[in-house]
């Protein structure tokens, strides 16, 4: 299936400085490229994957789970590694999940991690009747669009796939099992007000997580696709300054450190 106009992969060669990003569930590329391309005009190598099953539509997503997402993130993640010396990575909603995940596998690997409005379990009723609801019922209302500026769109599915849904409850399990196990450098960037993730799931994170170097902001103007709303300039800025305090002389516009 050809890809919604807009919800393209996003890549840039830049400097030795890599920042994977990843978007979140039934979302797309778009959420995030205004931040990748921040990231990009001050010479960054930015990769920003689109995840299998999403971009294109709602039925692609019900024959992909976790699995898939994951596997992609990770492919994209070595591939940088293989590219550049020092490697961050970031996301939003699920995408935030994904990266703590690759966090926690990589180790080392991976320099520091930011996530805005990180999610960490599937709420409500109907998170416990899924595994039987899924196989009745295919789809349920769509997720996207939670944004408070007025004109700001957000390219996803009206949909929301009951076997994909399922699945992120497996993964978002699975994830908390292993926070413990994230010990990088952690920026957290979440909205006061979010009609999708609440902050629960932000602080159920940050009492896992085995970082000791912990920032924690909280947006104020903001609802859940925070990256395409009125706090996006501070994410990007925020998250500039903190891989330039941890990978110096990231963020001067035109260069990035070499070696």
């Known amino acids: 299936m050809p ?12 400097g030795e400085v890599g920042v994977l990003l990843c978007h979140g569930f039934t979302g797309s590329p778009q959420s995030l490229r205004p931040w990748a391309e921040y990231l990009a005009e001050r010479e960054l190598t930015v990769s920003l994957p689109l995840l299998p099953g999403h971009g294109t539509r709602w039925e692609d997503m019900a024959l992909t789970g976790w699995q898939d997402w994951y596997a992609e993130a990770d492919r994209a993640l070595r ?7 020092r490697v961050f990575v970031a996301g939003l909603s699920m995408g935030g999940t994904l990266a703590l995940r690759l966090a926690a596998k990589h180790g080392e690997g991976v320099a520091g991690v930011v996530v805005v409005n990180p ?4 709420h409500g009723l ?5 595994p039987v609801s899924r196989h009745f019922v295919r789809t349920t ?12 769109v957000e390219i996803g599915y009206g949909r929301v796939p009951l076997q994909a849904s399922h699945s992120l409850r497996t993964f978002f ?18 909205s006061r007000q979010d009609h999708v993730v609440p902050a629960a799931d932000s602080a159920r994170i940050l009492s896992r997580v085995s970082s000791t170097d912990v920032t924690e902001i ?32 990231v963020g001067k516009e035109g260069t990035t450190a070499r070696g």
Do not use: W
């Open 126 to 130: 109907s998170a416990y009747t899924l």
């Open 119 to 122: 999610a960490n379990k599937v």
């Open 3 to 14: 890809v919604l106009p807009g919800a393209e992969p996003y890549r840039h060669e830049g």
């Open 141 to 152: 209302k769509g997720i996207t669009g939670d944004i408070a500026k007025e004109g700001a």
């Open 173 to 190: 399990r699975l994830t908390d099992g292993e926070l413990p196990q994230v010990t990088q450098p952690l920026l957290l960037l979440r």
């Open 218 to 249: 909280v947006l104020e103007q903001s609802y859940h696709v925070a990256t395409l709303d009125h706090d996006a300039d501070r994410i990007f800025e925020e998250s500039l300054g903190f891989m330039d305090r941890l990978a110096t002389g």
């Open 79 to 85: 591939t940088l590694r293989d590219r550049c010396e």
